[in-house]
């Protein structure tokens, strides 16, 4: 699969090209910021660390779907740098949950040809769970039928930073000046830099913002904001997604 195909798209066409027997309408590249696990707990009166094990079971069911529906790039906002301000036991839930979803789902991974990739400052995380990610990244390198990206321990606005600092030492050592510096220069030094552009990016739980997730790459991505807690978000909602990204005029700033 080529990760970073040729697109050129309309600037007065629907979002989607495609027939209408397409369920992805179009959309290559989907992110979602998976947002409401606490709150499902505890409209249910449930412990929060269950609305955060109910959230993995939902994780895997999109994984699934996106597969069966033809998405190629599937991005999860799984655990943000700012997350770590969080109460010490639930971060030691979430981290004991990463554990277990990677080492319970790594074979479907590698039978269904699901190309693992993590974004952000993963090796900042306990040295098992980087080892466990970084099997699971050789494990799964050949495959191309979809790719997997879960941003752990990300912020954008670290991930821009890097990206410029990257940018500065070309400079620094003389393969381009300031005034050549251009978008896909920064483009090739973000941790996205071999995934097609951002097509459509969905955040569940009825918050209306991008919390610090993909800030450069949602140029002109399509934002869709759904009141559906995050364990609740199954195929049909991911479908409902999709639907409203095909309605949609892709202008990319054009009129």
Excluded: C
């Excluded at 309408?25 to 505890?42: C, E, F, P, S, T």
């Excluded at 830099?193 to 450069?216: C, H, K, Q, V, Y």
């Excluded at 399509?222 to 995050?230: G, K, Q, R």
């Amino acid at each position: 699969m080529n990760l970073r195909p040729a697109r050129k798209e309309s600037h007065d066409s629907p979002a989607t090209a495609t027939t209408v027997a397409d369920p992805t309408h179009g959309a290559q590249h989907v992110a979602i910021i998976m947002d409401g696990n606490g709150r499902w707990a505890k409209k249910k009166h449930l412990p929060r660390a269950l609305g955060h094990k109910k959230g993995v079971e939902a994780v895997r069911n999109i994984v699934r779907a996106a597969g069966e529906m033809g998405i190629n790039v599937l991005t999860l906002y799984a655990f943000s740098s700012e997350n770590w301000s969080r109460p010490e036991d639930e971060i030691s839930d979430l981290m004991g949950l990463l554990r277990q979803y990677i080492q319970s789902d790594i074979e479907e991974f590698v039978e269904n040809g699901i190309k693992l990739k993590v974004i952000g400052n993963y090796k900042a995380l306990e040295p098992d769970i980087v080892k466990l990610i970084e099997d699971a990244l050789d494990r799964t390198a050949g495959n191309d039928r979809m790719v997997l990206a879960i941003a752990l321990n990300y912020g954008a606005q670290d991930e821009i930073v890097r990206a410029m600092q990257n940018v500065a030492q070309a400079v620094k050592r003389g393969e381009l000046t300031p005034e050549q510096i251009a978008p896909e220069h920064l483009n090739e030094a973000l941790d996205t830099a071999d995934l097609p552009p951002l097509d459509l990016l969905i955040r569940t739980s009825g918050e209306i913002r991008l919390s610090n997730f993909l800030l450069w790459q949602a140029a002109y991505s399509e934002l869709y904001f759904t009141d559906v807690l995050w364990p609740d978000f199954d195929k049909r909602e991911l479908q409902r997604a999709l639907k409203s990204f095909g309605d949609r005029q892709r202008r990319f700033g054009g009129r």
